[in-house]
C-alpha cells in the first residue's frame, strides 16, 4: 500500500478565516513533505519533516503553520492568506529524507477569497 | 542554484507511437533521479526512477536512460496509449545543510491521440 490521504479534497476561505489541511500515511515513512502547485506549474517544495521534526523551510511565508503531531500525520495550519496563495496543496512522504521514493497525495484545491 | 530543464513542453504523439522526453539537471552531486505522471485533479503519480549508480532502467513499456557525465537524463515511453495521455514531470535530488529534497522540471504535457 504506497497510500498519502489528504482532507480535505478542496477548501474554499476567506483571507481572515483559518483552517487546516490534513495529511495521513501508514507506510511507515519517517519524512513527509508540503509541496505547493499552481496551475500548469511543478509542485514547489514548502516544508519537509523528518522524525517529526522540521528538516527544511523553503521561506515560506509564516501564514503557513506545519505540524508534525507524529510519524503518520501531517498538518498545514493557515491563517491570513491571501488570494495568490490559492493553488493545489500536496503532501508527500518517503521512506527517510533521503534520496528515497517520494509518493504524493491527491492534493487539496485551495481558493482564498 | 540548482535546476533541472525539461523539454519538450508540450508533446504530441500518435497512439503506437514512442515519446521521449528530456531533462538536464545542474548539480553534479543529484543521485536520485524519478519521473512522475500527473493526470488532471490528481497528485503526481512515480512512475520510474533511477539512481546514479544505474545507466538505464526499463520497466515494461516505459524506460529511463541516464546520462551521469552530461547530466542528462531522459524518459522513454514505447507504444503509446491514449491513457498516456498526461502531464510529466522529472525530478532530480539535491541536497543542503538542511537535508535532500527533489527539484522538479517544468513538465510535459503529453497527448495521444488515438
Known amino acids: 500500500d504506497t497510500e498519502v490521504t489528504q482532507t480535505p479534497k478542496h477548501l474554499v476561505m476567506g483571507m481572515t478565516n483559518k483552517k487546516s489541511l490534513k495529511c495521513e500515511q501508514h507506510?511507515?515513512?519517517?519524512?513527509m513533505y508540503w509541496y505547493k502547485q499552481k496551475a500548469k506549474k511543478p509542485p514547489e517544495l514548502m516544508f519537509v519533516?523528518?522524525?517529526?521534526?522540521?528538516?527544511i523551510n523553503e521561506s515560506v511565508p509564516s501564514r503557513f503553520s506545519p505540524e508534525c503531531p507524529n510519524s503518520s500525520l501531517l498538518n498545514l495550519h493557515l491563517h491570513a492568506l491571501q488570494p495568490e496563495d490559492s493553488a493545489l496543496y500536496l503532501c508527500a512522504s518517503s521512506l527517510a529524507v533521503s534520496t528515497d521514493t517520494q509518493y504524493f497525495g491527491p492534493g487539496t484545491r485551495l481558493t482564498v477569497l | 542554484g540548482e535546476n533541472v530543464e525539461q523539454h519538450p513542453s508540450t508533446l504530441s504523439v500518435q497512439e503506437g507511437d514512442s515519446a521521449v522526453i528530456k531533462c538536464t539537471y545542474s548539480d553534479s552531486a543529484s543521485n536520485y533521479f524519478p519521473w512522475y505522471k500527473q493526470e488532471l485533479g490528481k497528485g503526481p503519480q512515480l512512475i520510474i526512477d533511477i539512481r546514479s549508480n544505474v545507466g538505464e532502467k526499463k520497466d515494461q513499456r516505459i524506460a529511463v536512460t541516464l546520462n551521469k557525465t552530461a547530466k542528462h537524463f531522459s524518459l522513454h515511453i514505447t507504444e503509446t496509449q491514449p491513457e498516456d495521455s498526461a502531464v510529466y514531470f522529472c525530478?532530480?535530488?539535491?541536497?543542503?545543510?538542511?537535508?535532500?529534497?527533489?527539484?522538479f522540471g517544468k513538465g510535459t504535457t503529453l497527448s495521444v491521440s488515438s
Open positions: 525530478a532530480a535530488s539535491y541536497s543542503n545543510q538542511a537535508g535532500t529534497a527533489l527539484i
Open positions: 507506510m511507515g515513512h519517517r519524512a
Open positions: 519533516y523528518s522524525y517529526e521534526k522540521l528538516s
